[in-house]
């Protein structure tokens, strides 16, 4: 790639070479966060975000700052990770990028930072700019460079439901996109799922801790060939938030799980 870039190329053919080159390296910052390297994750980004400059793709600029809100968000910076959702706004223009943005950057970072009433309006603004496009049916592929479907934005607002400890908000979303993420083939999507699921039932006024540990069972067996940061450590927030019910047989089978999954 590098030799070709270098190379005498027409003006058209830098452009798409630059590109290609860009969503290469994306896709190989969106990797790397899910392998837990986040600094090289991050440099990944800021070529995309570079190459993008080049050629003028402001979408794809937009793109790296929504995969570095991402990367942000589970190194635990999340005020970072909302500065660069906001960011990446600036670049999207309220295009497709826009929703994943406001829902996976900003919704999930703010809950963590427990700002409810930001939480609802992030959640609101994605879904208001969703139907701005032609819906994407199914379950969008995370490293897709286009809109996110309507499971994958509802999997994200019940996901910064579950940092707010609102059972019944994740619940709601839940049952929205259950049915279509159990018929795509994205184990991680169907294990991520899970989890929000069962930390909720957690969080639930009535708790039902060995529900939630066989589901979160579920969700680690369904990934398990191929654990990645994300199922990872939203394994460790149920287990946090079951710490009361640790002796239980069910939340100490959940424990064993994630420690042989961590190793594999």
């Known amino acids: 790639m590098t030799q070709l870039l270098d190379g005498k190329l027409l003006p058209k053919q830098r452009i798409r070479l630059y590109t290609q080159a860009a969503k290469l390296s994306g896709l190989l910052g969106y990797m790397?966060?899910?392998?837990?390297?986040?600094?090289?994750?991050?440099?990944?980004?800021?070529?995309?975000?570079?190459?993008?400059?080049?050629?003028?793709?402001?979408?794809?600029?937009?793109?790296?700052?929504?995969?570095?809100?991402?990367?942000?968000?589970?190194?635990?910076?999340?005020?970072?990770?909302?500065?660069?959702?906001?960011?990446?706004q600036r670049y999207a223009r309220q295009g497709p990028q826009a929703v994943r943005l406001a829902i996976n950057g900003e919704a999930r970072a703010l809950a963590k930072l427990g700002e409810a009433r930001a939480v609802d309006r992030?959640?609101?603004?994605?879904?208001?700019?969703?139907?701005?496009?032609?819906?994407?049916?199914?379950?969008?592929?995370?490293?897709?460079?286009?809109?996110?479907?309507?499971?994958?934005?509802?999997?994200?607002?019940?996901?910064?439901?579950?940092?707010?400890?609102?059972?019944?908000r994740v619940q709601e979303y839940a049952d929205e996109v259950l049915?279509?993420?159990?018929?795509?083939?994205?184990?991680?999507?169907?294990?991520?799922?899970?989890?929000?699921?069962?930390?909720?039932?957690?969080?639930?006024?009535?708790?039902?801790?060995?529900?939630?540990?066989?589901?979160?069972?579920?969700?680690?067996?369904?990934?398990?060939?191929r654990p990645i940061t994300s199922v990872l450590t939203r394994s460790r927030e149920l287990l946090h938030a079951a710490n009361r019910w640790a002796e239980l047989p069910a939340i100490r089978e959940v424990a064993d799980t994630l420690r042989v999954a961590h190793h594999r």
Not at 46 to 60: H, R, Y
Not at 62 to 86: I, K, N, Q
Not at 141 to 155: K, N
Request: charge should be negative; hydrophobic fraction near 45%.
């Open 122 to 168: 992030a959640v609101a603004h994605a879904y208001d700019l969703s139907t701005k496009f032609d819906s994407v049916s199914g379950v969008s592929s995370c490293i897709s460079f286009g809109l996110y479907s309507a499971a994958r934005t509802a999997s994200n607002a019940a996901t910064a439901y579950v940092a707010l400890r609102r059972p019944d």
């Open 179 to 225: 049915p279509v993420f159990e018929a795509s083939e994205s184990c991680w999507s169907q294990s991520l799922l899970r989890l929000d699921i069962a930390t909720a039932l957690l969080l639930a006024d009535r708790p039902e801790p060995e529900q939630a540990a066989s589901l979160a069972i579920e969700a680690l067996t369904i990934s398990a060939e």
């Open 32 to 88: 790397a966060v899910n392998l837990g390297k986040f600094p090289l994750a991050n440099a990944y980004c800021e070529e995309t975000f570079q190459l993008g400059a080049l050629v003028d793709n402001l979408d794809m600029q937009a793109w790296a700052r929504g995969t570095e809100s991402f990367c942000a968000y589970y190194v635990g910076d999340y005020e970072r990770a909302v500065d660069l959702a906001r960011d990446g």
